[in-house]
């Protein structure tokens, strides 16, 4: 079973600088997928950034310059480092973890098994 656990939202102002973590408890593997997503109000989830099993990248436009992902598969752990933060960047964040993935393009991976944690709050004001 997939556990995932993120931490580090917040309320920062504009320009500001948060790092997200998400801790895997249960299963976890270094080969599979994992990423960040984020539902703003009244908005669909929207894939932010994807690493795969080689440390392949992948960001939304939006984030690109801006956002990055990272992980620590001997601590079990995926983090987002996010710079340059925008009012639109408000949004709970998810840490997924996408078993059995193919490939990722865009903040998004493809034909896994998808998990979620349950998500951080990141609040940026002007």
């Known amino acids: 079973q997939v556990q995932l656990v993120e931490s580090g939202g917040g309320s920062v102002q504009a320009g500001g600088s948060l790092r997200l973590s998400c801790a895997a408890q249960?299963?976890?593997?270094?080969?599979?997928?994992m990423g960040w997503f984020r539902q703003a109000p009244g908005k669909e989830r929207e894939g932010v950034a994807t690493?795969?099993?080689?440390?392949?990248?992948t960001y939304a436009d939006s984030v690109k310059g801006r956002f990055t992902i990272s992980r620590d598969n001997a601590k079990r752990a995926l983090y987002l480092q996010m710079n340059s933060l925008k009012p639109e960047d408000t949004a709970m964040y998810y840490c997924a973890a996408h078993i059995g993935c193919t490939y990722c393009s865009g903040g998004y991976c493809y034909n896994g098994k998808d998990y979620w944690g349950k998500g951080t709050l990141v609040t940026i004001s002007s």
């Open positions: 249960g299963y976890y593997a270094s080969r599979d997928c």
């Open positions: 690493t795969d099993s080689a440390g392949k990248t």
